[in-house]
């Protein structure tokens, strides 16, 4: 069985400091794993994705198999970064798994 | 946005009446999913299809059956409704094979009474 776990219901950062969202997941093989953002009135949408290696508006995740995990981070949050997050694993299929989302507010 | 479109966008309904959700693409993706999120549990997957006629279970499909008689429509069928499925309902697609990333349709809020 695969399980996405994100710790962090609510996160509140202040503006320009440094953010960090936790994802662990549980799975037995090599999995995919992605973090989608929802923005206020906006659809989900992919925000990066493990294989890429790539940061997107400032963020970057990184897979680490060892702990199990794939937090996402920027180093300075910016006001337009509040919204909710979702991290989301693939094992196998083409069915997602998500975490139960973070609830990121970031204070002016 | 990708072309995902939810109908309707909104419902009130009553306990024990059937209710049927619409998506519709025109990305003719192979894939299709239908989500609902609900707080404290994030998006859970009800069921999803891997081409028309074809369709499979997620892990919340009790008290849901689905449809996909064309490429680009997936319907979600509530038999007869209940309160815990008041929800926001989420469609989401994708063209399959690899890291494909799923797009996901604007959602429809549906309250049961």
């Known amino acids: 069985a695969q399980r996405v776990t994100q710790p962090e219901k609510l996160l509140s950062v202040f503006k320009g400091a440094p953010v960090e969202l936790k994802c662990n997941y549980s799975?037995?093989?090599?999995?995919?794993l992605f973090w989608y953002v929802q923005y206020s009135r906006q659809r989900l949408q992919l925000l990066l994705r493990?294989?890429s290696r790539e940061s997107i508006k400032g963020f970057t995740a990184d897979l680490n198999k060892g702990e199990t995990s794939f937090h996402l981070k920027k180093p300075f949050a910016q006001e337009e970064d509040s919204a909710m997050y979702y991290c989301?694993?693939?094992?196998?299929?083409?069915?997602?798994?998500f975490g139960t989302g973070t609830r990121l507010t970031i204070i002016p | 946005d990708a072309g995902i479109t939810q109908s309707p966008r909104h419902k009130v309904t009553e306990t024990g009446t059937p209710v049927t959700l619409r998506c519709h693409q025109t990305?003719?993706?192979?894939?299709m999913y239908w989500y609902r999120q609900d707080p404290g549990h994030g998006l859970r997957l009800i069921h999803y299809?891997?081409?028309?006629?074809?369709?499979d279970k997620g892990e919340v499909s009790d008290g849901y059956s689905v449809s996909r008689s064309k490429t680009e429509d997936f319907l979600l069928t509530l038999e007869s409704a209940t309160s815990s499925q008041t929800s926001v309902y989420f469609c989401?697609?994708?063209?399959?094979?690899?890291?494909?990333?799923?797009?996901f349709g604007p959602g429809t809020r549906l309250t049961v009474t």
């Open positions: 990305e003719n993706h192979r894939y």
């Open positions: 989301a694993l693939r094992g196998g299929n083409e069915k997602l798994t």
């Open positions: 989401a697609i994708s063209a399959g094979g690899g890291f494909d990333e799923q797009y």
């Open positions: 799975y037995s093989g090599s999995p995919e």
């Open positions: 493990h294989i």
């Open positions: 299809s891997y081409g028309v006629k074809d369709t």
